[in-house]
Nanobody, 120 residues
Framework: QVRLVESGGGLVQAGGSLRLSCAASGSISSVNAMGWYRQAPGKQRELVAIFTGGGSTTYTDSVKGRFTISRGNAKNTVYLQMNSLKPEDTAVYYC??????????????WGQGTQVTVSS
């Protein structure tokens, strides 16, 4: 019943910006963490940024100072503001959520992915 839906991907030139959005819907009791992973062709999926329910954030070193993760007014929404984009940022970006469902069972969920392409 829980579903994550991403939006905001697209094609931009190097140095440009994009803002990704993710919303979790369904029967959710609480959010432990939400964030973003990415996967480029032929490479491992890697963490980009995570926002925990306690308010702390974690970024991979390659995006520090360029990307900012934030929470919406609703706790089940998360955004990723991506500035100064580089071709190396090209990947499919996946929203991730660590949630307690309506019966307080803790589970991980993934969005379907949104393509980000940065041209040189």
């Amino acid at each position: 019943q829980v579903r994550l839906v991403e939006s905001g991907g697209g094609l931009v030139q190097a140095g440009g910006s994009l803002r990704l959005s993710c919303a979790a819907s369904g029967s959710i009791s609480s959010v432990n963490a939400m964030g973003w992973y990415r996967q480029a062709p032929g490479k491992q999926r890697e963490l980009v940024a995570i926002f925990t329910g306690g308010g702390s954030t974690t970024y991979t070193d390659s995006v520090k100072g360029r990307f900012t993760i934030s929470r919406g007014n609703a706790k089940n929404t998360v955004y990723l503001q991506m500035n100064s984009l580089k071709p190396e940022d090209t990947a499919v970006y996946y929203c991730f959520a660590d949630l307690n469902d309506s019966t307080w069972r803790r589970k991980n969920y993934w969005g379907q992915g949104t393509q980000v392409t940065v041209s040189s």
